[in-house]
């Protein structure tokens, strides 16, 4: 089962804690010694930040599929090193990313050095609201573009396990294959190591059915959950060459499509896949373009949770937009309530990522 750590830092003893689960999950990912060193600085400058111009926040490490899928769906898992913050924000996010920028005194090298070093690095923030910053580390080797139609899209997600537990029950991946992209968001029953059995196992079975409309997968899906627990599973796949977006839910997993300037709800059908899944499913489709945004989320997420300017942003990074749905939808008083994660799946900006 993937660990997630979801480290607190409100003082300086967490940020050694912050650069050790990068560590850890540098070792899970297979990254070489230095690969794993700048994982290791990437989470210690952030963190550090944190503290000195948030008041604190939270770093989640995770090990994720990169944020745009080869040809050949054959892609390097990555270190996914998010922070956090419900702190001012920056004022001038461009200035803050220049080398020798500081507020405090420090040498400023924190963010800029992290954009640099990081194979993939995006931020957002909001002066009041806050600050998102989302980093990955992977293992050294050309950088992947996507090729075709199916290469232009981007998906990316944050995992928040519960109560700091080591392991969430949610899980997402996505898949290629040729013109199709399929992104999934798994809610096992429950909570702990069961919980994310039965989530891996559906992100195992994923894998090998690519090729299956949203429909059929779930159907797979619901095979290889045969003896866990059990899962609430979404399954939502673009077909680039139709441009058509194809949907089938089971359980409480929700999801938003942006599309046109509004955000309308793809519906499950009542159910837990691998115990209960309904006999006939469900499959709904929608145009694709590349003003769209697919949101999906498991019910971590309050029921309260609306849509802003902010996750229709096609230009950032699909994990920052979920990183930042999972802050606005929170507070430091108001922490998420259940394993939360969040999935997104948007197009790649014209002029790259």
């Known amino acids: 089962m993937p660990r997630v750590w979801d480290v607190p830092v409100h003082d300086s003893t967490r940020v050694r804690d912050a650069r050790v689960a990068a560590e850890h999950a ?17 989470a210690t400058e952030l963190a550090t930040n944190l503290l000195k111009h948030a008041g604190g926040g939270r770093v989640i490490v995770d090990v994720v599929a ?15 090193i998010t922070t956090v913050d419900h702190g001012p924000g920056i004022a001038d996010v461009s200035a803050a990313l220049r080398d020798g920028f500081t507020t ?35 293992v050294p080797g050309p950088r992947v573009t996507g090729t075709g139609p199916a290469g232009r ?25 040729g013109d199709l992209v399929t992104l999934m968001l798994a809610d096992g029953l429950g909570h702990g190591p069961e919980a994310a059995r039965a989530s891996d196992a559906a992100v195992e079975a994923l894998r090998t059915a690519a090729h299956l409309p949203p ?14 627990r059990g899962a609430a ?8 060459r139709a441009a058509v977006l194809r949907f089938t839910g089971v359980g409480n997993i929700g999801a938003r499509l942006y599309e046109g300037g509004t955000w309308r709800h793809l519906v499950s059908r009542p159910g837990i ?81």
């Open 215 to 228: 429909a059929e997968a779930v159907r797979r899906l619901d095979r290889a959950l045969s003896g866990t």
């Open 273 to 353: 896949v691998g115990t209960h899944r309904p006999t006939t499913l469900r499959q709904d489709e929608a145009p694709w373009a590349d003003d769209r945004v697919l949101v999906l989320h498991s019910d971590g997420l309050p029921s309260r949770w609306s849509p802003t300017s902010d996750t229709c942003r096609t230009a950032a990074d699909p994990a920052v937009t979920a990183a930042v749905t999972i802050r606005d939808a929170s507070s430091p008083a108001r922490p998420v309530r259940d394993d939360t994660a969040v999935a997104v799946l948007a197009p790649t900006p014209p002029d790259g990522p």
């Open 104 to 138: 405090t005194g420090s040498l400023g090298a924190g963010l800029g050095t992290c954009a640099r070093l990081a194979d993939d690095f995006d931020l957002h923030s909001v002066p009041g609201r806050g600050t998102v910053v989302v980093a990955r580390v992977g």
């Open 26 to 42: 540098a070792a899970l990912a297979g990254l070489d010694e230095q690969r794993t060193s700048t994982a290791a600085l990437v």
């Open 153 to 177: 899209l981007r998906a990316g997600a944050v995992n928040v396990p519960f109560g700091g537990a080591d392991y969430s029950g949610d899980a997402w991946a996505w898949v290629r294959d």
């Open 233 to 240: 599973v979404a399954v939502a796949q673009v077909d680039t």
């Open 66 to 80: 990169p944020p745009v899928l080869p040809a050949d769906g054959q892609a390097r898992p990555r270190v996914q």
